[in-house]
């Protein structure tokens, strides 16, 4: 069993930055593929990056936000620059390992206009 508690989120104006982490539980973290997605209301949850054997971005992010890891520290990181009043979402962390999978209970990211 995997606990991941994400933290984090918050309100930003358009054009700022946050930072996300998920601190992970109950497995060897540097085994797991890690990723974070985000749901809006009304849309489906969607992937904004992963990392494990690679690192992959969805495009709308490509060049705004940076998935990193500290192993040592069990946790991901998602830092978020240039954000957009679309960013907006609850941002979910997710933990891959086989065909074990686990989601944190989401951090709501709004961003203003």
């Known amino acids: 069993q995997v606990h991941l508690v994400e933290s984090g989120g918050g309100l930003v104006q358009a054009g700022g930055s946050l930072g996300l982490s998920c601190v992970a539980s109950?497995?060897?973290?540097?085994?797991?593929?890690m990723g974070w997605y985000r749901q809006a209301p009304g849309k489906q949850r969607e992937l904004v990056a992963v990392?494990?054997?690679?690192?992959i971005y969805a495009d709308s992010v490509k060049g705004r936000f940076t998935i990193s890891r500290d192993n040592a520290k069990n946790t991901v990181y998602l830092q978020m620059n240039s954000l957009k009043p679309e960013d907006t979402a609850v941002y979910y962390c997710?933990?891959?390992?086989?065909?074990?999978?686990?989601w944190g209970q989401g951090t709501q990211v709004t961003v203003s206009s």
């Open positions: 109950g497995s060897i973290f540097g085994l797991n593929t």
């Open positions: 990392i494990g054997g690679r690192t």
């Open positions: 997710k933990s891959t390992l086989g065909s074990k999978v686990y």
